[in-house]
């Protein structure tokens, strides 16, 4: 299977501190973007990075790659309660066909 | 610009009932997708269409599952008979084409519980 696969599946952190997530994947991509889903709502995409790209900055959101481990990471700086959410990374490879992870549950305590 | 709509938000049925899913797409997206979500478990493709064409349903099971997107644009999702392990929530994503690292665009999903 080439679905990712997040680490920690649930961290918990004081509002102000960083989170880091990992996702780890099985087979080569050509793309690899992180969603968060908040508690019974839809996925929301938070940025993309192409398999020719290291790291990426979005706002408070800094993605890294590394091809040659199929890993990535998400970290998110200043956490927020508002930050409060599950994380997914999805890889995708032939016709835009994405495979998601199992999430890391985030829990930032006010 | 509208999102994904999808309904109904919300469906119990008793095992072995039949029940139907609509998603209607943002408006121009030539990729609509239906994923099933388990609690606690991240999304999984159940199949993609791009236009009214099935682009991959490798996950759909067929025995009970069935998809259909008329003239490209919304689509429904069917299962008959539902069974206890469909209980899950139902999320259509859309999209502009079928170039690579596009964003989906979900919609809030339709959970569904058979008892």
């Known amino acids: 299977s080439q679905q990712g696969e997040e680490d920690p599946q649930a961290l918990s952190i004081q509002e102000g501190e960083n989170a880091t997530m990992n996702c780890s994947y099985k087979?080569?991509?050509?793309?690899l973007q992180w969603y968060r889903q908040n508690s019974g709502r839809g996925l929301v995409h938070l940025i993309l990075?192409?398999?020719?790209?290291r790291e990426k900055h979005s706002g408070r959101l800094r993605v890294t790659l590394d091809t040659s481990k199929k890993s990535s990471s998400l970290l998110i700086t200043a956490s927020r309660a508002a930050d409060t959410a599950s994380y997914f990374c999805a890889t995708d490879g032939d016709f835009n066909k994405f495979y998601f992870g199992s999430g890391t549950k985030l829990n930032v305590k006010p | 610009e509208a999102g994904v709509a999808q309904s109904p938000r919300y469906k119990i049925i008793e095992k072995r009932q039949s029940v139907a899913f609509w998603c209607n797409p943002i408006?121009?997206?030539?990729?609509l997708y239906w994923y099933q979500q388990i609690l606690g478990q991240g999304p999984k493709l159940l199949i993609q269409?791009?236009?009214?064409?099935?682009?991959?349903d490798s996950q759909l099971p067929k025995d009970r599952f069935s998809a259909e997107r008329l003239k490209g644009v919304d689509s429904t999702l069917k299962i008959q008979p539902a069974k206890l392990e469909d209980s899950a929530v139902y999320l259509c994503?859309?999209?502009?084409?079928?170039?690579?690292?596009?964003?989906?665009?979900f919609g809030p999903g339709t959970r569904l519980l058979v008892l």
């Open positions: 408006s121009g997206h030539a990729t």
């Open positions: 990075i192409r398999s020719n790209e």
């Open positions: 269409f791009q236009n009214n064409g099935v682009v991959d």
């Open positions: 087979t080569s991509i050509n793309n």
């Open positions: 994503a859309s999209s502009s084409g079928l170039a690579g690292g596009e964003t989906q665009y």
